[in-house]
């Protein structure tokens, strides 16, 4: 039985689409990059080009629209891949405008093939094959065979062991065209504006011989050029807990007891609570007490940016790098790219701690098209975090409806392994606070309502209030004992 044969796979140079892809691009592939106007079709194309292109390995780069290339390099000259050396040495312009517009497939071909003979490039860009079926839908000529041409087009690609892009505007994936049956690879390119926001989204919808990441992917068009935010890989295989479970001390007297004995490493925990109830306090704690310990942390925040007059520990740890922050503003937001972020900052500090402040901010941050989803991103972010052995806090901000007892707005209380509670109550016309560990995962724990205070050294957890009872009601009444009556 002969051996199969094995197809070399090209880093494609953009950040997040060689994982979204399977591994990378298959070599002498025939693709076609597909999507309406303005949704970035032009700038990957370039973006792969230029990564891809050396003076061994040539690029041959077709434009058929209207405008001359001088124009589109004028914009491409913005992204920072963009390289003027390699222009007329690993990389060649060739503009068919002329030839398109007297709309003769044959010609097109005959132009496309007399130059590849000529430079015998390994990457072919034709920009934008729309042009070309738009204009052999114009004309009469009988010899304007639209798949003849594709299947020719495919074939000599294949032939002269060059790996090709067709670049086309299309609307819509049930266009009837060729060359979608004919193509190895078509990477389709969508945005949408919803309210302020527009969101870009990449699907790989085929991609022959090599298994890719289904689904839509965000992705964002920066200086840098593109960059793809590919989910956050999961190992299926479930780590053991090793045990004694180790413990994570939370820097707060007595919260450690309530736990019992600390957050077991690895666990993700959900600090619920009613504004200013101290839960943005606590996690910055939390990354205090892990620098003392020689741990680094990463905090993500969505509400108000850390400040010296809120806590000048958290601003210090930040300053000396032992604290990374995370704060996207942008309108376009995705849970994929907060993770991409996380997980970068995670892996550059080595970090063990890490601190989502809040998710009330965060389902707010997002853009609209993402917010019906957030309860299962939600739950994908959790898993990846936790899977790469960080310990993470999250906040959320709960309303104190004394009759609703709820853990979180989002109905996530079961996807975290542990939750801290915190509510408000009155007490002869004084508000106080008391706080509960609700749940930790395979872990005896405190069961008691403790109250807490906040001063200029934080949480400080007192005792519980026995005469009291009602206490999760809001306003408890004070307990008559049978010595009352006598």
Known sequence: MSSKVTINRLATGVPGLDEVLGGGLPEFSFNLIAG??????????HQMMFALATPERPALFFTVL???????????????FFDNEAINQSIRYVNLADDTLAGNLDEV?????????????????????????????????????LPQFVQQLGMLMTTWQATTFLIGEYFTETDTNP???????????????????????????????????????TFRIATSGIQVFAPAAIDPVETPMTLPIQRLKMGVPRLDEMLGGGLPRGYSLLVAGPSGSGKSILAATFLAEGARNGETGVIAVFEQRPNRSQNATLVDLIKCGKVSLVDS??????????????LSEIRRLNAT??????????????????RADFRESLSRMVTA???????????????DRYTDLRFSPYGTAFLTDAIIVQRYIEVRSR?????????????????????????????????????????????????????DNV
Request: glycine share 6%; hydrophobic share 40%; aromatic share 4%.
């Open 431 to 483: 508000l106080l606070r008391i706080m509960a560990v609700v749940k930790v995962r395979a872990s005896a724990h405190c069961d008691e309502l403790r109250q807490y205070h906040i001063n200029d050294d934080g949480l400080q957890i007192g005792e519980m209030l026995p005469d009291q009872e009602g206490l999760l009601g809001g306003r408890p009444t004070t307990r008559h004992t049978g010595s």
């Open 179 to 217: 060359i979608f049956t004919v193509a190895d690879g078509l990477i389709w390119l969508r945005q949408s504006v919803e309210r302020n926001s527009m969101v870009r989204k990449m699907e790989i919808m085929k991609m022959r011989g090599q298994p890719t990441l289904p689904g839509l992917h």
């Open 66 to 80: 209207g405008e001359p290339p001088l124009k589109m390099l004028r914009y491409q000259q913005q992204f920072d």
């Open 109 to 145: 071909l005959r132009r496309i093939v007399s130059e590849v003979e000529t430079h015998s490039p390994s990457l072919v860009f034709v920009d934008s094959f729309r042009s070309v079926v738009l204009a052999s839908q114009t004309q009469t000529n009988p010899n304007n065979n």
């Open 385 to 399: 975090l936790t899977r790469v052995g960080v310990s993470v806090l999250m906040t959320s901000e709960l309303e």
């Open 329 to 342: 503003r942008a309108p376009d937001l995705s849970i994929d790219e907060i993770v991409q972020q996380l």
């Open 353 to 370: 701690r890490v601190v989502i402040d809040s998710l009330s901010g965060f389902e707010l941050a997002l853009a609209p098209t993402f």
């Open 36 to 45: 309406p106007p303005g949704c970035g079709k032009t700038t990957l194309a």
